[in-house]
């Protein structure tokens, strides 16, 4: 529907977990490209038009999700992507996923009527970035109706090598880089998605994650990394060409049990919150010998629920080992809803 020089679409803008955004049918927009990308960044906002979309300006809140109908012969429900609106850049990355957003696709699917209400038995999602698959068990009442809050168990099948084909991508457990006539300790695991991970004490040690010289410092080891996977044609131009791959994890010093603390960045900006892919590939890494995260939280880990804090929230992510040790799952719960349904205009 137009109107006045505006595209109308229905829009259910809704949380999942600790991220919100617009999620809609993936047929409401053009083809991916250029024209896809103009009309997300209308309608989630950025630069000067941030006050003018739905969006909320962080890496949590400046998030899209486009849902399609599974291709004929699939053995899928539905297919989805994830966009991240790149903050001030004026570009949106398809490369990766959400974990939390991904929560919130059964039960847009079940509030749109594409699937019945009475539906029994996991929801089936293709996501068509990473080509991964992942089971969505949803929880609701037996009365639901939009708004009210669902509970949704997001197992990712197969998740090593979700995005770069490899969970070492370097071919290493451990690695070492240089930034700013430092080295420095990583790992980088793609597990549902592929992560850098540093030991904050080395990164930090007795300064401020948030001092503006130390994120940059990190995003200069997160160059580093994107160029030696191939993904940038340089470190200093990694933000522009691959702004979200790698997505960085400090690890905190072992804390109690198996609790595991961690702070996490996106797109060059702290995360107060765990992010789901981190605490998913977090679970798959510690059983990885010789990685950072096992080496920091211990001897390689089995199958079994593991909790990630940050400071300010706690997640429990699971792993599910095969009987040779390949990692066959990993999984999470998140509760999601609807907090408004209507049409946005672009």
Same mark, same amino acid.
């Given at each position: 529907?137009?109107?006045? %020089? ?17 999620? =809609? ?17 209308? &309608? ?43 903050? %001030? ?32 038995? *996991?929801?089936? &999602? ?13 929880? $609701?009442?037996?009365?639901? *109706? ?10 990712? =099948?197969? @998740? !090593? ?7 070492? @991508? ?5 690695? !070492?880089?240089?930034? %700013? ?17 540093? *030991? ?76 789901? $892919?981190?605490? =998913? ?13 096992? =080496? ?51």
């Amino acid at each position: 529907m137009t109107t006045g %020089g505006r595209h109308g679409i229905e829009v259910h803008v809704m949380r999942g977990g600790t991220s919100r955004g617009p999620v =809609l049918l993936g047929a409401d927009l053009p083809a991916a490209g250029p024209q896809r990308d103009s009309a997300v960044l209308r &309608l989630v906002g950025d630069g000067p038009s941030l006050v003018d979309g739905l969006g909320g300006g962080s890496p949590t809140t400046a998030k899209i999700v486009l849902v399609y109908p599974a291709d004929p012969g699939e053995d899928v429900d539905f297919s989805y992507q994830v966009g991240n609106v790149v903050i %001030g850049a004026g570009r949106v990355d398809w490369s990766g996923t959400c974990g939390n957003m991904t929560a919130t696709v059964p039960l847009f699917a079940l509030e749109r009527g594409l699937i019945a209400q009475d539906r029994r038995g *996991a929801v089936r &999602l293709r996501n068509l970035s990473t080509g991964g698959i992942i089971e969505c068990d949803l929880s $609701t009442q037996a009365d639901h *109706a939009p708004g009210r809050p669902a509970c949704v168990r997001t197992a990712y =099948l197969d @998740p !090593v090598g979700a995005v770069l084909g490899a969970m070492l @991508p370097t071919g290493a457990a451990s690695d !070492v880089l240089e930034a %700013g006539g430092r080295r420095v300790a990583a790992s980088i695991i793609d597990i549902s998605h592929p992560y850098l991970f540093l *030991a904050h004490d080395e990164i930090v040690g007795d300064g401020d994650v948030g001092d503006p010289a130390i994120v940059a410092f990190i995003e200069a080891i997160r160059g580093e990394a994107s160029y030696r996977l191939g993904q940038a044609p340089s470190a200093a131009a990694a933000m522009d060409a691959s702004p979200a791959v790698p997505r960085v994890v400090l690890l905190h010093r072992q804390g109690a049990g198996d609790d595991v603390a961690i702070t996490a960045l996106s797109m060059g900006q702290v995360i107060s919150s765990v992010p789901v $892919t981190a605490a =998913l590939c977090l679970a798959g890494a510690r059983t990885i010998a010789g990685t950072l995260p096992s =080496l920091m939280t211990g001897t390689a880990a089995a199958s079994g629920d593991i909790v990630v804090s940050s400071s300010a929230s706690t997640l429990t992510a699971g792993v599910e080992l095969a009987g040779n040790g390949d990692i066959r799952s990993v999984s999470v719960s998140r509760t999601t809803r609807t907090i408004m349904a209507g049409r946005a205009w672009i």
